[in-house]
């Protein structure tokens, strides 16, 4: 959990992530998450074990044709846990071995 809050601060001091006042969360549907991959203009958003974040300030890193976008519009817990950030890991699902 330290490496992911260490991360998570790291994407915050770089001004890739953005942050949400208190009392702003709301669920985020698959769709919606699918939808967000930064084509078209839209933004890039990623989720990490069930948090969900706007990349959109790191499009040339997430979005389309960048080298981490197989991460973008998706649960990108298991690429972060393990730091093999390729399409395949990306793929797995966070809840199996």
Same mark, same amino acid.
């Given at each position: 959990?330290?490496?992911?809050?260490?991360?998570?601060?790291?994407?915050?001091?770089?001004?890739?992530?953005?942050?949400?006042?208190?009392?702003?969360?709301?669920?985020?549907?698959?769709?919606?998450?699918?939808?967000?991959?930064?084509?078209?203009?839209?933004?890039?958003?990623?989720?990490?074990? #069930?948090?969900? !974040?706007?990349?959109? *300030?790191? /499009? =040339?890193?997430?979005? %389309? #044709?960048?080298? !981490?976008?197989?991460? *973008?519009? /998706? =649960?990108?817990?298991? %690429?972060?846990?393990?730091?093999?950030?390729?399409?395949?890991?990306?793929?797995?699902? %966070?809840?199996?071995?």
């Amino acid at each position: 959990m330290l490496a992911l809050q260490s991360l998570q601060y790291l994407l915050l001091l770089i001004g890739i992530m953005s942050t949400c006042s208190v009392g702003a969360h709301r669920f985020v549907t698959r769709e919606e998450l699918e939808s967000k991959t930064g084509e078209n203009g839209s933004d890039v958003w990623l989720s990490i074990l #069930g948090e969900v !974040y706007d990349v959109t *300030a790191g /499009r =040339d890193y997430y979005g %389309p #044709g960048a080298s !981490y976008n197989m991460l *973008a519009s /998706r =649960d990108s817990s298991v %690429p972060f846990i393990t730091g093999t950030f390729t399409l395949e890991e990306a793929d797995k699902d %966070p809840g199996t071995k």
